[in-house]
Every structure is written in C-alpha cells, then in structure tokens.
C-alpha cells in the first residue's frame, strides 16, 4: 500500500539486519518514484504523506480548492503506485 509506504524507516523499527537493509532499499526507491513525480502531484503527496497534513491544509499551502488538492493527492498516489510496480509511462 502506497500510501503507508511513506512512513520513515526509523518507524519501521526491525530487530532484523536483512529486514532493515530492505526497508532502506524501499525507503530509497519510494523517494525515487516520488520524484518522478509531476510537479503539481510530488507537492501534494509530500505535503500530505511526507509533512503529514491534513487535505485542508494540503489546499491551502497549493492555493487550490479542497477537492483539487484531493484530486492532486489520489492522482499522484495513482501515478506513484505505477512507478513503484515498474510501469513507467505516462
């Protein structure tokens, strides 16, 4: 699931050195994808995922309505879900 995907590895806490190697790997790869991202898509996922915001404030901050930071959000979670899956087309 992508979107507990963006939890930080220190909040994956394993006592499993092969575990935490893997979760660092996913950790990096998520990053990478996330940056693949368009633009207007990578600020509402950090914002909301990555600064844990609420959609309100995702709005605010992007100066766009409620649903359109929500549209912007669940469209780059949509994106982001293909990048990681290895679809890379547009």
Known sequence: ??????NTPQNNAS?????KIFD?????RLQTCVNQLPLIQ??????RYYQELPFEDVAEILSISLSAAKMRVYRG??????????KNHL
């Open 1 to 6: 699931n992508i979107e507990n995907s963006c």
């Open 15 to 19: 006592s499993d050195p092969e575990q």
């Open 24 to 28: 660092k790997e996913e950790s990096e």
């Open 42 to 47: 990578q600020e509402a996922v950090v914002l």
């Open 77 to 86: 979670l949509d994106r982001l879900n293909e990048l990681m899956k290895g």
